[in-house]
């Protein structure tokens, strides 16, 4: 069985999905902070999972859960994310994303389970010296949130030399998009992400979306970023999974399609799949946005097999179904 941290969870929900697809069993331990017990239902209802509520923070709920399931496996998800918050308030960053996995990894040792996916970020790479961005580049985050996911990488590098506790790191660019079927979408409360926010522009009246700086050095002054659809990006994870099972080795890979759109180009996608003349306010840039990011991910398609399937086409219309069923 694969223990799936943070499966109420954007990401991890999807990743349930494609699992169930290829007949895994799965146990899911959230403790619902972000996440949806309607997202866990509408997954109990497409396949038999297991659900566990409970806190990465509390060593009881961890020894519960290895003790009363046989894991093999863990893909680790649950984390908070929001960048914004996390300059705020770092404590709370450090204390679920250092402490709560430190303690996952520990009970994982007590266990035996000694293999584990690891959701990590661009944002580990800080502001890109060269670009496209390979997984060599020098990691130099510029907020709290960066700094978790690169300290636990840290970790996990020492805890395979010390204790063999093997590692796939997948560091993701941005994510989007949902479920082909719509039954399950990205839904963060705040949503900061740039695709449900312009959709939401759409869906609830009085709001405008804000485009934070135009003066950019790219081809229409705005930012550039690479938006992968979650779910090829959910394919990653078991394709990291299925590498690991075979290969018992620790590795690192970016998942990401290798191509750059600004906000511009996304916005006018939205305007288009949504038929609206959507509302948009020019503002000032927000501090700490690189200018470009975008991943060279060779290595995960020459490895792993993966290879981004979906467009942001694709993306952006399950997207805004889903946002549609969110608001309905
Ligand atoms: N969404 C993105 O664009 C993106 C990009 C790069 C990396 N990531 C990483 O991917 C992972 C999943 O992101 P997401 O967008 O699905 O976030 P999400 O907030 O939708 O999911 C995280 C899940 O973890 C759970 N959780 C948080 N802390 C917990 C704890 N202490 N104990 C038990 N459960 C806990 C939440 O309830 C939630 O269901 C995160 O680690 C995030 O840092 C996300």
């Given at each position: 069985?694969i223990?799936?941290?943070?499966?109420?969870?954007y990401?991890?929900s999807?990743?349930v999905?494609?699992?169930?697809?290829?007949n895994y069993e799965?146990?899911?331990?959230?403790?619902l902070s972000?996440?949806h017990?309607?997202t866990v239902?509408?997954?109990?209802s497409?396949?038999?999972?297991k659900?566990e509520?409970?806190?990465?923070?509390?060593?009881?709920?961890?020894?519960?859960?290895?003790?009363?399931y046989?894991?093999e496996?863990?893909i680790h998800f649950?984390?908070f994310?929001l960048?914004e918050?996390?300059c705020?308030?770092?404590?709370?960053?450090y204390?679920n994303?250092v402490i709560g996995?430190?303690?996952?990894?520990n009970?994982?040792l007590k266990y035996?389970?000694?293999?584990?996916?690891f959701?990590?970020t661009?944002?580990?790479?800080?502001?890109?010296?060269?670009?496209?961005?390979?997984?060599n580049?020098p990691?130099?985050?510029i907020?709290?949130y960066?700094?978790t996911?690169?300290t636990?990488?840290?970790?996990?590098?020492?805890?395979?030399?010390?204790?063999e506790l093997?590692?796939i790191?997948?560091r993701?660019?941005?994510?989007?998009?949902?479920d082909h079927l719509?039954?399950i979408g990205?839904?963060?409360?705040?949503?900061?992400?740039?695709?449900?926010?312009?959709?939401?522009s759409v869906?609830?009246?009085?709001?405008?979306f804000?485009?934070f700086?135009?003066?950019?050095?790219?081809?229409?002054g705005?930012?550039?970023r690479?938006?992968v659809n979650?779910?090829?990006?959910a394919?990653?994870?078991?394709?990291?999974?299925?590498?690991?099972?075979k290969?018992?080795?620790?590795?690192?890979?970016n998942?990401?399609t290798?191509?750059?759109?600004?906000?511009k180009?996304?916005?006018?996608?939205c305007k288009?799949i949504t038929?609206?003349?959507?509302?948009?306010?020019e503002?000032?840039?927000?501090a700490?946005?690189p200018p470009i990011?975008?991943?060279n991910?060779?290595?995960?398609?020459?490895?792993?097999?993966?290879?981004?399937?979906?467009t942001?086409?694709?993306?952006?219309?399950?997207?805004?179904?889903?946002?549609r069923?969110?608001?309905?």
């Amino acid at each position: 069985m694969i223990l799936i941290t943070g499966g109420a969870g954007y990401i991890g929900s999807h990743t349930v999905i494609n699992l169930l697809n290829n007949n895994y069993e799965v146990v899911i331990f959230d403790n619902l902070s972000t996440g949806h017990i309607e997202t866990v239902n509408m997954l109990k209802s497409i396949g038999d999972i297991k659900f566990e509520q409970g806190d990465l923070f509390n060593i009881k709920d961890l020894e519960n859960l290895f003790s009363k399931y046989d894991i093999e496996a863990v893909i680790h998800f649950a984390a908070f994310s929001l960048v914004e918050e996390s300059c705020i308030n770092p404590q709370k960053y450090y204390i679920n994303n250092v402490i709560g996995t430190l303690n996952l990894l520990n009970t994982m040792l007590k266990y035996n389970v000694k293999k584990i996916v690891f959701s990590s970020t661009c944002a580990t790479y800080g502001v890109p010296k060269t670009l496209p961005i390979d997984e060599n580049h020098p990691q130099n985050p510029i907020n709290p949130y960066g700094n978790t996911k690169l300290t636990v990488e840290g970790i996990l590098k020492d805890y395979d030399k010390a204790y063999e506790l093997k590692s796939i790191i997948l560091r993701y660019f941005n994510v989007a998009g949902c479920d082909h079927l719509t039954r399950i979408g990205e839904w963060h409360i705040p949503e900061t992400h740039l695709i449900p926010n312009i959709l939401k522009s759409v869906t609830e009246k009085d709001k405008v979306f804000k485009i934070f700086g135009t003066d950019y050095d790219t081809k229409d002054g705005t930012c550039i970023r690479d938006y992968v659809n979650v779910e090829d990006l959910a394919e990653a994870h078991r394709l990291a999974f299925e590498y690991l099972n075979k290969k018992n080795k620790s590795d690192i890979f970016n998942i990401g399609t290798e191509k750059g759109n600004t906000v511009k180009e996304i916005f006018d996608i939205c305007k288009k799949i949504t038929n609206t003349n959507i509302k948009v306010e020019e503002t000032q840039r927000r501090a700490g946005d690189p200018p470009i990011l975008y991943a060279n991910a060779k290595k995960a398609k020459e490895i792993l097999g993966w290879t981004p399937k979906k467009t942001l086409y694709d993306s952006i219309k399950t997207a805004f179904e889903w946002q549609r069923k969110l608001t309905d």
